[in-house]
């Protein structure tokens, strides 16, 4: 979940799943934080409807550790 000040600048991150308040500082996350926005479609029961959510790292890595299928990874090369 993310709440924003007037002016759009990103003010709190907290975890959709275990609730814990990330660390923003200067609009900028300070820990590791995965947001999903997702436009579900005609073929969904969720036709028409927007889902946006945020996962810390251990949210993250604990749903990820259930898959049959392993998340793909690669390494990043460049950092922006």
Known sequence: MRKYKNGGQL???I???CG???????????EGVIHIS???????????EVHHLDLCETC???????FKIPVER???LEYL
């Open 20 to 30: 814990k308040k990330i660390i923003v500082s200067k609009g900028v996350a300070r």
């Open 38 to 48: 997702h436009a579900w479609d005609f073929f969904s029961e969720k036709d028409g």
């Open 11 to 13: 003010e709190t991150v």
């Open 74 to 76: 690669e390494e990043q």
């Open 15 to 17: 975890c959709n799943c």
């Open 60 to 66: 993250y890595d604990a749903m990820i550790s259930e």
